[in-house]
């Protein structure tokens, strides 16, 4: 009796929710049923500061078990196993470069595919499948790794299914995970995984997994991993897999493709008890329809997150067009969640459906692909006459922008030294106008915003330090406007480090200095923010 007393008061175990036999004595916030699920915990001399919990409409999700400060690390993990996409060209099986078909490295033993003999050689990951694909009569040829075969995806099943021997911790947690087997079997995803294990049982020989393991293995892969190497190659991560999607996230993800390592920080300030998620989706700048489209074919779930149940999407409008009926208002969505719900004006209430919206966006997709990517001019007039047919935040007009944005100091006739100040306060104008309303829908410390504040600032910067000799600022309304872009710098530092950036210190004159001293930001700003010392 005193036992089970003592157990029901630690709980369940903060990760797989079995009972907890033990407390973090550490940090005291997370009970855990064993050894190995501590050190997922506590890998080293940090707690990390999440836990696992369930519900029936949100499956398992990952909350915070403290408050966590933007740019806290949230979890570090090492790939339980990484490998082809299930559609793949030819790729090494080491160092995932695509590799030629007509000149690769071939393994000596399996025939599957290198960029070099020093990858070749290393065998770090590829010997976990060559003994069993060796196995393979003749050998694998290179008229078996063409995209769709199912050889490459096949390797990628093995790597997870020989967990189970090697290290039956991870695969149990890795086997934990959904695989969406039905809805897989209804895509064209389907027949290369049946390719996959005809491969291995076939003509590998392969007994000890079954056709449905291996076909559990490649769902578990399809939809739980997430892309490394550049889109070229997808890594497993047990725990990772464990935070839920959202359009509007509250961490970021950054992996190590040579390391296999996924470190998870937040992006913005995260409360105690609150939902720790990231964004699935690589692109920020998809109409709802498209965004959540793509998320139901590679992950299988329909979203139904702040933007996309949110007619404005968060008040970014980044979906919607403008009324040709009123002239005033905005078609938006009546019911975001219903893939064929009616759009309609916010203003006059005029109906509009999907396809025509779809149509009215596609058309202005052509014209801008029409467009050579670097004509300014042309650009400019194409957004002038778009705003009359898009609502101006609308993510083909913010991509414009973008793109006039870096054109602004790139483009010939148009570089750094060649621009006019018109032209300078036009990239300020676009930065501004996109950072805006990009917070919106990705709030917080983000690799993007840093970008924008690192390119700008220097333009804001020369610009406030021309106005005050032309005597078009006071002293007092330049520090304010100095103030601003420290601030910025100090935030892109920080958001394209993806590391705290410390300032400790509340004099300006400290922390231009400070920046100064930043490699990250170069010796044209080391230059330029010396300068304003003087």
Known sequence: MGAESDQAKLG??????????KTCEHCKLVSFCKESHRQ??????QCFSFAIQQSETAGRYMVATRDIAALDTILVERAAAVGPK????????????????????????CGLPFCSDLCRQARLLHAVECPQVAKCEGGVGREELVEDSGVLAAVTALRLLRLRDDNQEVFERADMLVDNAETVRETEDWAI??????????RCGIEEFSAEEIHRALGIFKSNSCNIAGF????????????????????????SSKDGIMEVVAQRDI???????????????????????????QWHFDCSCIRCRDSTECGAYTSAISCQKCKEGWVVPQAPLQCQAEWAC???GQISTLDEVENTVEKIKKSIEKIPEKDVNKLENFLKIAENILHPNHCLLLGVKKNLFSLYGSAPGLQLQQLSPAQIERKVRLADEYVE??????????????????????????????????HKVSIDQFVKILEKSVTELEEAVAGIAGEKYSVTTTSLRERVGMLAKVQLLGEGYKMLLNTCLK
């Open 86 to 109: 299930l559609r793949n060209t030819a790729v090494c099986l080491e160092c995932w470069v695509e590799v030629d078909l007509a000149s690769y490295v071939a393994c000596r033993l």
């Open 271 to 297: 409360k105690a008890g609150e939902e720790i998620n990231v964004r699935y989706t690589t692109s920020v700048l998809e109409t709802v329809a498209t965004r959540r489209r793509n998320i139901q074919t």
């Open 232 to 255: 070229r190659a997808r890594g497993l991560f047990p725990t990772f897999s464990l935070i839920n999607h959202s359009c509007v996230r509250n961490a970021r993800h950054i992996v």
């Open 40 to 45: 997922v915990h506590r890998p080293g001399s």
């Open 12 to 21: 369940a175990c903060f990760l797989c929710q079995a009972p907890a036999c």
């Open 346 to 348: 916010d203003k006059c």
């Open 437 to 470: 309303v990009m917070n919106k829908v990705d709030p917080g410390l983000t690799a993007w915003k840093g970008q924008i504040f690192y390119e700008v600032n220097r333009f804001k910067i020369v610009m406030n330090m021309q106005n005050l000799q032309a």
């Open 193 to 202: 995984q049946v390719k996959a294990v005809k491969f291995l049982r076939d």
